[in-house]
């Protein structure tokens, strides 16, 4: 996966379901600045909700981290959700649609996937999880 | 922030304002179940209309209160998905199963009206 350019940077500390609400509408703010279209703000929205979502589930706490990125003359978000929680012993399977640890909640990672353009993810049992996606705008 | 519930003849309407925390969802869910009973209600009329996110626990909390309105003997439907709500649910597989959804307000109630007519006709001879 390419890099891309990583300008400013937002972080939203995510401990509680305010933080949720508070991550979403400033992914939500910086899409807006950067000219995305409202059908693709509430994508970006949604994914973010979702990410800081399982951060609260599983790890309790974390971070999101909002970014603007360019390559090759295209503007877009990046937004990496970041914990040290107790990681995902199968990656793969957490890939799988449908499958999900709490249960209803958070149908999470391949719903996010889909909802964005880009999308890498590092974890591992106790190694905490990274959640990076990208949305570039058209 | 608290959605306002409020009371329209034998319904109960709940105008969704602004974003909603997990704790605002929660206080919705028990307020609507508590007052349904306490009014007597036949239908609930949740209005989405102002929402921007509809993510898995909002959702879920839906849904939960659709069901547990139903097990409390009224209708619930669920309205003012925007197009792009509704195509970002769709990509997370939130398809709300089960719940009545109309377009607005105004088909929400004409839904209530004909779905409580129905009921009542099919409870046996009135009048």
């Keep these: 996966m390419d890099k891309g350019r990583v300008g400013d940077e937002t972080r939203v500390p995510i401990g509680s379901d305010v933080d949720i609400l508070t991550a979403r509408q400033r992914g939500r703010a910086l899409a807006s600045e950067l000219g995305f279209p409202n059908s693709s703000l509430v994508l970006i929205a949604t994914a973010i909700s979702e990410l800081a979502r399982n951060i609260v589930l599983y790890a309790k706490r974390g971070e999101i981290v909002l970014g603007r990125i360019e390559r090759d003359g295209h503007q877009g978000i990046q937004v990496t959700a970041r914990d040290e929680g107790p990681g995902i012993p199968d990656v793969g399977l957490a890939m799988q649609s449908g499958y999900s640890t709490s249960g209803s909640l958070g149908l999470g990672l391949p719903g996010v996937r889909r909802l964005m353009d880009e999308f890498e993810i590092v974890s591992g049992a106790g190694k905490g999880t990274t959640v990076m996606a990208k949305k570039w705008k058209r | ?127």
């Design chain 2, 1 to 127: 922030m608290e959605v306002p519930i409020l009371k329209q003849g034998p319904y109960l309407i709940a105008s969704v304002q602004s974003a909603l925390t997990d704790a605002d969802l929660l206080q919705l869910r028990d307020g609507l179940v508590e007052k349904v009973g306490r009014f007597r209600s036949r239908g609930v009329i949740v209005d989405v209309t102002a929402l921007d996110v509809m993510d898995s626990f909002a959702s879920r909390m839906l849904r939960d209160i659709a069901h547990m309105i139903r097990l409390r003997g009224a209708e619930t439907v669920i309205v003012g998905f925007q197009p792009e709500v509704a195509f970002a649910m769709v990509q997370l597989g939130l398809t709300l199963e089960g719940v009545a959804t109309a377009l607005d307000l105004e088909e929400g109630l004409a839904f209530l009206d004909q779905k409580i007519k129905g009921n009542e006709r099919g409870q046996g001879p009135r009048g």
